[in-house]
């Protein structure tokens, strides 16, 4: 159990960091380098759904990989 914790701890740590790390980019980006905040949005929403776009393609193949085993 102990081992469980300690493993679950560091995941969360690494998550935390890395969205820490992505906040810092983009408010550097923002600030230092002037990119306009909408263009930011923009670039974050293309992101979310390319990533959707990729984990449904996923979805749909393991389920067909699966459904072919059969």
Same mark, same amino acid.
């Given at each position: %159990?102990?081992?469980?914790?300690? !493993? =679950?701890?560091? =995941?969360?740590?690494? !998550? !935390? &960091?890395? *969205? $820490?790390?992505? +906040?810092?980019? *983009?408010?550097? +980006? !923002? #600030? %230092?380098? /002037? @990119? #306009?905040? #909408?263009? %930011?949005?923009?670039?974050?929403? &293309?992101?979310?759904? /390319? &990533?959707?776009?990729? @984990?449904? @393609? $996923? +979805? *749909?193949?393991?389920? *067909? %990989?699966? &459904?072919?085993?059969?």
């Amino acid at each position: %159990m102990q081992r469980v914790k300690r !493993i =679950y701890k560091r =995941y969360l740590r690494t !998550i !935390i &960091l890395a *969205v $820490a790390a992505t +906040a810092t980019f *983009v408010w550097s +980006a !923002i #600030d %230092m380098f /002037g @990119v #306009d905040p #909408d263009e %930011m949005w923009q670039f974050f929403k &293309l992101s979310a759904m /390319g &990533l959707l776009f990729i @984990v449904a @393609v $996923a +979805a *749909v193949l393991a389920t *067909v %990989m699966k &459904l072919l085993r059969r």
